[in-house]
């Protein structure tokens, strides 16, 4: 089992493009939450996804942020015309059916840059 | 609202002396609280969780809902045990998410 993998690790965008994080959890796991780590402070939760549902996004910005997990394929977050702003670590984690009461495992990270 | 606060954000040991982190939360209910690490270029691991009150690599936390604090401790540190440490909660009203506080930077020097 490879684990939760995140790709790309390291993703440049310019102002006003799109990013695309992807997020493949664990065999078997059917759970996936994403959070974001700004500069010098812990993560922050954002979404937390069941396959074809959103069980919670109270983390998440109003506007340009999206998240998805579909019933075939990675989880993936989108964020539309992006802003330095949003330059931080994007981190994926999964867990297994039983969802949030059970041990979640995360991902490397894709760490995103706007310039 | 929930909060987790470590207020060290760099520890600096020698190898074989005892090391605290610091973790105090602010939570109304009953929360879960767990200590999270990071060694270098590897990703976030689960290192304790307070319900199971295990010792893991030494390290152990107990939770004071007095103090509303999980400070993690171990007697000595080891030079493997420089890496990123975070505390976290979990609410019993929202299973999903955790919250973490911003870490505490761990090096061990021999």
């Known amino acids: 089992n490879a684990g939760v993998m995140q790709n790309p690790r390291h993703l440049v965008r310019r102002r006003g493009q799109e990013a695309r994080l992807r997020c493949s959890p664990m065999k078997g796991h059917s759970h996936v939450y994403w959070y974001r780590q700004l500069p010098e402070e812990g993560l922050k939760f954002m979404v937390y996804?069941?396959?074809?549902?959103?069980?919670?996004e109270s983390g998440m910005p109003k506007e340009r942020f999206s998240a998805e997990f579909p019933k075939e394929g990675p989880s993936i977050l989108r964020i539309q015309q992006v802003v330095r702003g949003d330059s931080a670590a994007y981190f994926c984690?999964?867990?297994?059916?039983?969802?949030?009461?059970?041990?979640?495992?995360f991902g490397q990270g894709t760490r995103l840059t706007v310039v | 609202a929930q909060r987790v606060t470590q207020p060290e954000k760099l520890l600096s040991v020698f190898k074989g002396a005892p090391v605290e982190l610091k973790c105090n939360y602010s939570y109304s209910g009953s929360p879960e609280l767990f200590w999270y690490v990071q060694y270098s270029r590897q990703r976030l691991q689960l290192l304790l969780r307070h319900i199971s009150r295990e010792s893991i690599k030494g390290f152990t936390a107990d939770l004071n809902k007095g103090e509303t604090s999980f400070h993690l401790k171990k007697p000595f540190a080891q030079e493997e045990d420089s890496a990123m440490y975070y505390c976290a909660l979990r609410p019993t009203d929202s299973w999903g998410k955790l919250q973490f506080g911003a870490g505490t930077q761990v090096v061990v020097t021999p």
């Open positions: 984690a999964s867990s297994p059916p039983g969802g949030g009461r059970t041990e979640a495992f």
């Open positions: 996804l069941q396959k074809e549902n959103i069980i919670d």
